[in-house]
């Protein structure tokens, strides 16, 4: 599963970086860190950033009231104040057969597993491991706390979250396995990762989606119940996107579906609708419950799309509290 | 309903099944492709796939539908029309009495000619006539003509009866349209009966007898071979080697239309007459060229000092072309003859060297040449020599001049080289006059500074027919320092090969039966780079042998049966035993007088000879019309039936050959106009049916 000798940096493009630089990854929803850091804390009145006043009631600290504005006002008011703390985040990695699909060539620098430097083919699986790693590099820089599991009907692997100089190479060891011949059930690796989850975290869920909805439903039902917020990164190959292929031929599913004798050309219109009705589904699911989805075309660089998703997501955050 | 052309109807029923084949084809060849989301593939199907699966097949359909339907318009639907037989009618017969028709066919009776089975032939056709008919008659050589009025049945057969083969080519159209143009004068329907053999040699290929219609005739594709349109018109015996080998070669020249394809080879065969040796060569065409000569090496006996040979083209054995291919040169061998002094040291360099060269670029191998000296010229000292080329025309004296010039009127070739050496004696005059009237060389030699070139388009010439393809790359290098002036009217001197500045560096020139070649320049260096470039080998190799081919050889040299020696009297056979006893007598007509031409080699007998009895051969004339040894290929009646309708301007008159078919040509457009629609709907349905071009996600 491990691979002896592998780089960190592997996983990291300079072209990738250099993207994020300018974002912070910033959770939407307070986050609960127990390290001082950049995020929002629920908890108030130990921190130095000042938020706001608040009327005196019996009972406060008179360490806190604002003398000065008693003296201007003749009136009592206690300073309050907002903690700022580091954010935890838990990338989960579909690890399923479909996620072995791919059509472009391997992408130097890239990283990638084994599988793909074989096939000369660079898979929606190895597009989430690069984009996962990305996260979690960044993360890190942040001192915030970062997790990683891979997962298919069940956890596959996971490295628990921690912001220690170890952590990136136990994230990187832990991404280089291989996707399995099973199918992806969010449900039960949201389930596992739940039972292991005090703090309020981000999960950051990198699949094709491409099961089924209800599934991934009642998962994103029970993050949202326990309070966390979550981020949908849809991976989908450019080839299934566009279905840019003219043969008529029997398609096989890898994830043992029956064969099925299609011509491109003659249900590429169906197919196409088809798609983009599951995407506004999936994108549906995860707005009800106030989380981002953003899908990814493998073909594509990672920077670009992750970077509009941070930005998205920082400017509503800055947004909220400006 | 039948086709005019069944095959192509079938063709088209089976190009129906190309579309079906790819079409299956292209569905057995594909690889599985692994796929990601099935379950969108499997939706998308379950709403596609099905009325695309019809759409296909619609399509598929109309695309077999097209194809059959070009099919069936290309066959040419036809019916077949019944002619009543109780119904008098105007009978036209074509009878095929051409040379062609002397030959023995293996469809008719054993020892009867094509002649008289179609002679049979026609006249059970008159007999099963209606009462009241009439009957016109025509033959295909147009040895009669009575198409003034139509005679009773019983007077045709009569006539009939009386004709016999003639020696004349087969006019299949001609006679057709001759009774074609009778019968639209009747009132009463008519009727044309054309009996032939069909054989290649009954139908005429010339340009000039099917001037519009060759193509639809395609007469080409019915036989094997096309040769029988070449003829050969000369041939010149030349020396390989040293004569003891015993090596012979000879050139024969053969023609045939300009129409022909551009590049053939046709095989020509030289018979030694008196040894039966044979060898064959082929006569490669060159593009834009009607003439080509095979080269034959044959093998003769040394001792002898005379022979004769008769050339033929093996695989034309068609009669009516054989008329005109028969071909004999009695010309004994010898070498090019180069008039120059014996080699000397202070000679190196000299033209005659470089031209020896060029003659003979390997020991053995070449052309045969041997020295004169000039002073050796005297009368009687060039007779039987076909070449000479002199390199020292100042040393000729005036007897000399006069055996070139006595030399060349009676069938020699003379190629002068001007002298390179300054010399006060005027060869200019005697030189001139051999060129021909009016002919002048200027007394004073140009030197030319910048040196002259030679245009990159030369013009066209008999000598450099062979090189024309190369010349302009040839003549780039040449450069000209010196030369003399030729001057002479175009109607006695030929440019060969021309300078920039418009003056000829190399003339032809006609003189008697002979040919004379004059260069402008010396092929040594002081006067021009000629010698040392690569053009110098064939174009003196050329010359000599096109200019040999362009001989009238007259008294030696005799082509075919229409081209009788003058004066001749009597054709008397010297070998073959079937015309052993048989002497022909030709009368002043040259036509042959009694019994048919019998095959193989004849002396020719002139009048004075004859009438002085002392008999000697004046030339020897090969007649190898020998119909019994003919192998007619037979053309296809069915596409030469096809042929005659479409040509005839009558609608009335229906050509019998085998059957009576009129070619339906309203049906065939309407097929095709069907298929156009048909094509047309599939395009339409094919663009509504394609799906449009998907946007990116």
């Not at chain 1, 360490?63 to 003296?71: E, N, Q, S, T, Y």
């Not at chain 1, 994103?220 to 309070?227: E, Q, V």
């Not at chain 2, 040392?532 to 362009?550: A, D, M, N, S, Y």
Request: aromatic share 4%; hydrophobic share 45%.
């Amino acid at each position: 599963m491990a691979t002896p000798g592998l780089r960190a940096e592997q996983y990291l493009s300079p072209e990738t970086l250099a993207q994020l630089a300018p974002f912070e990854l910033r959770a939407k929803m307070v986050a609960d860190g127990v390290m001082n850091g950049m995020h929002q804390s629920p908890l108030q009145g130990m921190a130095v950033e000042f938020a706001a006043h608040r009327q005196y009631t019996a009972g406060d600290s008179i360490r806190h009231l604002d003398w000065k504005v008693f003296g201007r006002s003749d009136k009592l008011y206690v300073k309050e104040y907002r903690q700022e703390t580091n954010l935890d985040v838990m990338i989960l990695v579909d690890g399923s057969a479909s996620m072995s699909f791919g059509t472009l060539g391997v992408k130097q620098g890239w990283g990638g597993t084994d599988a793909t430097r074989r096939r000369g083919a660079w898979t929606k699986f190895d597009h989430a491991t690069a984009s996962a790693a990305a996260l979690a590099f960044l993360c890190l820089s942040q001192r915030d706390r970062v997790g990683v599991a891979v997962g298919a009907d069940g956890l596959r692997g996971a490295v628990r979250k921690s912001a220690t100089r170890d952590q990136w190479r136990s994230i990187v060891r832990c991404l280089s396995s291989e996707p399995v011949e099973a199918r992806f059930s969010p449900a039960a690796c949201i389930n596992q990762l739940l039972a292991q989850t005090s703090h309020r975290t981000l999960f950051v869920i990198l699949s094709d989606f491409l099961g089924d909805p209800e599934g991934l439903r009642s998962a994103l039902a029970r993050l949202r119940h326990r309070g966390h917020d979550a981020m949908l990164l849809a991976m989908l190959d450019h080839r299934e996107l566009t279905l840019d292929l003219d043969v008529e031929a029997p398609f096989i599913g890898l994830e043992g579906e029956d064969a099925l004798d299609v011509d491109t050309r003659t249900i590429r219109k169906a197919y196409l609708d088809e798609l983009q009705r599951h995407l506004q589904l999936i994108d549906r699911q995860a707005r009800a419950f106030g989380y981002d989805v953003q899908v990814f075309d493998t073909h594509e660089s990672v920077g670009p799309v992750l970077a509009a998703l941070l930005s998205r997501r920082e400017g509503m955050v800055g947004g909220g509290r400006r | 309903m039948t086709f005019i052309s069944p095959w192509l109807a079938v063709a088209g029923a089976a190009a129906m099944a190309l579309p079906i084949l790819i079409h299956l084809f292209l569905r057995r060849r594909q690889k599985p492709i692994e796929w990601a989301a099935m379950e969108l593939l499997r939706r998308a199907v379950q709403q596609s796939q099905r009325a695309r699966r019809v759409e296909r097949w619609i399509l598929l359909v109309l695309r077999c539908l097209a194809l059959l339907l070009v099919g069936l318009a290309i066959a040419r639907p036809a019916t077949v029309t019944a002619i009543s037989m109780n119904q008098p009618v105007v009978l036209a017969v074509v009878l095929d009495d051409s040379v062609a028709s002397r030959a023995a066919t293996s469809s008719t009776t054993p020892g009867q000619t094509a002649f008289e089975a179609a002679r049979t032939a026609c006249i059970e056709s008159i007999r099963a006539l209606p009462s009241g008919s009439l009957v016109h008659m025509f033959t295909t050589s147009g040895s009669i003509e009575h198409t003034s009025e139509a005679v009773l049945p019983d007077r045709a057969v009569a006539m009939l009866g009386a004709l016999e083969p003639t020696y004349e080519p087969s006019r299949v159209r001609q006679a057709v349209d001759r009774a074609d143009d009778a019968l639209r004068r009747m009132t009463m329907p008519g009727r044309i009966v054309l009996a032939s053999s069909f054989s290649r040699g009954a139908i005429d290929t010339e340009a000039q007898v099917l001037p519009a219609t060759k193509a639809t005739l395609e007469i080409r594709d019915v036989g094997s071979d096309d040769t029988g349109t070449a003829a050969i018109v000369s041939m010149v015996q030349r020396t390989l080697g040293p004569q003891s080998t015993g090596s012979i070669t000879v050139d024969v020249a053969v023609t045939r239309p300009s129409h022909e394809e551009a590049r053939r080879r046709i095989p020509v065969t030289v018979t030694d007459v008196l040894t039966d040796r044979a060898a064959t060569a082929d006569a490669i065409f060159i593009e834009g060229s009607p003439r080509a000569v095979a080269t034959v090496t044959l093998v003769v006996d040394p001792a002898l000092t005379e022979h004769a040979w008769m050339a033929t083209i093996p695989s034309d054995r068609q009669p009516a072309d054989d008329l005109r291919a028969a071909t004999i040169s009695t010309v004994s061998a010898d070498p090019v003859l180069v008039v120059d002094r014996e080699r000397l040291d202070i000679d190196e360099g000299s033209s005659a060297q470089w031209i020896e060269r060029a003659l003979e670029p390997v020991a053995g191998m070449g052309l045969a040449h041997r020295r004169m000296d000039p002073s050796d010229v005297r009368p009687g000292s060039l007779k039987g020599s076909t070449s000479i080329i002199i390199c020292r025309p100042e040393l000729l004296d005036a007897a000399g001049w006069a055996e070139c010039s006595a030399a060349c009127e009676s069938g020699a070739l003379v190629v002068i080289v001007p002298p390179t050496d300054e010399t006060f004696v005027e060869w200019q005059d005697p030189c001139a006059a051999l060129l021909g009237p009016g002919v002048t060389i200027r007394r004073d030699q140009v030197s030319h500074d910048p040196p002259q070139r030679l245009q990159p388009q030369q013009p066209t010439s008999p000598i450099t027919q062979l090189i024309a393809s190369e010349l302009t790359e040839l003549v780039a290098p040449i450069e000209v320092n010196r030369s003399v002036v030729i001057e002479g009217p175009s109607t006695t001197l030929s440019p060969i090969l021309v300078m920039d500045d418009g003056t000829p560096m190399m003339v032809l020139a006609t003189k008697g039966r002979g040919v004379a070649v004059m260069f402008a320049t010396a092929p040594v260096p002081s006067w021009s780079t000629l010698a040392t470039k690569p053009i110098f080998v064939p174009l003196v190799q050329e010359t000599i042998r096109q200019g040999e081919v362009l001989l009238d050889a007259g008294g030696s040299v005799t082509i075919g049966l229409g081209r009788l020696p003058e004066g001749t009297t009597e054709l008397r056979p010297i070998r073959g035993s079937a015309s052993q006893d048989v002497s022909l007598t030709i009368d002043p007509a040259g036509v042959i007088v009694g019994d048919e031409a019998k095959p193989g080699i004849m002396q020719a007998i002139t009048a004075q000879t004859a009438s002085a009895g002392s008999s000697r051969t004046e030339s020897l004339v090969a007649l190898n019309v020998d119909p019994a040894a003919c192998d007619p290929q037979r053309n296809d009646p069915a596409r030469l039936a096809a042929w005659l309708n479409q040509t005839l301007t009558t609608p009335s008159s229906a050509v019998t050959v085998t059957n009576t078919t009129q070619s339906s040509t309203s049906a065939s457009v309407w097929l095709l106009v069907a298929a156009a629609l048909v094509i047309l709907t599939e395009t339409l349905l094919g663009r509504t049916f394609s799906v449009p071009e998907p946007k990116a996600t």
